[in-house]
């Protein structure tokens, strides 16, 4: 018999016997097939609104996962094509209609060692100011919650200088959209130390001491040695929990108010870049958008260096069984000048107030929206106006879509990542699909 019958004869006579040998095994019962995806569905936790997954759970910490992004349609190509501003200096602002992945961020959050002891780092980037400094950005800070009335953090955060920098981003009713005056008078985002907590079961304190306005695109190089930025907000609400953000979404059955005020200080100088005369921090700007460290701005030769920025404004918010109403009023004093030629300058004065009405059409489903504002200052009294709605279609503030239309009267602020350019008149429509992990 040749060697391959022989090959044959012993695999047909073996692989029967391995079937059979199979078949014998004892087989997982149901309840043990459940039991074994019961801990798959453990092991890989749990996922919590505005906290994200849960991906490390042991008895030295644990660690969230969460994911905050949107992708936005613009259409500025109904503005005006020129701007003149009050000192008669003419520019065209840039018209744009483009589709972006507006803006991702991926947040790491949770607590080390000790539950009080809790750390929040995150990954951020503007997709549509690529190619500019700052735009992609690792930050975050570490907190420690003595107790109800006082939590200890350090790192970056947003000056509590206005309702929409308290830490409820992005619980707006436009999608990452301050109105004009909002964004004309707040502080921004800095390094520092803060303090915050109740005071009674109504009242709650906000207190950061910061290097600056607004650390993006400023390296330490460029911080002068004060260390006097300082902002605070004190929130009473007299009628219970306000809830997250602007809008009632979450249905108040009983009236909920809330009453706050706000105050910032700080000496700022121009940080320009080494050796050129670009404004990285173009924070503070007079209400024609000239931005105040301008060389010769005010004449030939004079120019300001350093200034002190003082801002106060303070806010009153209802929401009722899906109705809101938001007003906040800001004042800012520009004062103390330094720089060539500005022994003379007087101080330079800005008010203004903005409102937001909005409505839940279908309760956790659908929201509607009007808000406007306006800027009183030496230089203009720009304004802006705007309608939308907000479409919830898991009925959570998970992913919402949303529609905008606005009107702007010679807008003082703006920038690639705003829906808005500087010097904006005309209407400006955009749509944005934003997903809150």
């Known amino acids: 018999m040749s060697r391959n019958v022989i090959c044959l004869v012993l695999l047909f006579t073996i692989l029967p016997a391995i079937a059979q040998s199979d078949d014998a095994a004892p087989r997982a019962q149901p309840a043990e097939t459940a039991a074994g995806a019961a801990k798959v569905a453990e092991k890989w936790g749990s996922y919590t ?21 949107y992708i936005r349609y613009l259409n500025q190509t109904a503005l005006d094509d020129t701007y003149t501003n009050a000192f008669g200096t003419v520019s065209n602002p840039q018209l744009r209609q483009d589709f972006q992945i507006q803006k991702v961020q991926i947040k790491f959050l949770g607590w080390l060692l000790d539950p009080k002891l809790r750390y ?47 830490g409820n981003f992005p619980f707006w009713l436009p999608v990452d959209a301050r109105l004009i005056a909002d964004e004309f008078f707040r502080p921004s985002y800095t390094s520092g130390i803060w303090v915050q907590g ?63 005020a ?44 350093r200034l002190l920025y003082e801002m106060a404004c303070m806010d009153v918010g209802i929401k009722y069984r899906g109705w809101s109403a938001d007003a906040e009023y800001y004042w800012r004093r520009l004062s103390e000048f330094q720089g060539p030629g500005t022994e003379t300058l007087p101080h330079r004065y800005d008010r203004g107030f903005q409102v937001q009405l909005a409505a839940m059409a279908i309760p956790k489903t659908l929201q509607v929206y009007l808000a406007g504002s306006r800027i009183n200052g030496e230089f203009g009294d720009p304004w802006d106006v705007r309608v939308g709605a907000n479409w919830t279609p898991w009925h ?18 703006g920038g690639t990542s705003l829906p808005y350019p500087v010097g904006a008149r005309g209407t400006v429509y955009y749509t944005s699909l934003e997903m809150a992990l």
């Open 120 to 166: 929040f780092l995150y990954a951020w980037t503007s997709n549509a100011s690529q190619g500019q400094g700052a735009q992609v950005v690792l930050a975050g800070n570490l907190n420690y919650t003595f107790n109800e009335h006082l939590t200890l953090s350090a790192g970056i955060r947003s000056l509590p200088g206005t309702r929409s920098v308290e």
């Open 396 to 413: 959570n503030k998970v992913i919402r879509w949303n529609f905008e239309a606005q009107y702007l009267n010679n807008s003082p602020v």
């Open 198 to 260: 109740k005071v009674t079961d109504t009242l709650s304190y906000q207190l950061m001491l910061g290097n600056n306005l607004s650390t993006l695109g400023v390296s330490a190089a460029q911080l002068d040695n004060r260390a006097d930025t300082l902002a605070g907000a004190l929130i009473w609400q007299p009628m219970g929990d306000f809830g997250q953000g602007f809008g009632d979404f979450e249905e108040h059955e009983q009236l909920a108010t809330r009453l706050a």
């Open 49 to 69: 609104p505005n906290f994200g997954f849960k991906v490390v759970d042991t008895d030295k910490g644990d660690m969230n996962v969460a994911i905050y992004t």
């Open 262 to 305: 706000h105050y910032t200080h700080s000496t700022e100088s121009k940080q320009s870049q080494p050796n050129n005369d670009e404004f990285e921090n173009t924070q503070i700007r007079l209400s024609d958008g000239t931005v105040i460290f301008t060389p010769n701005l005010f004449g030939p030769g004079v120019t300001v260096n």
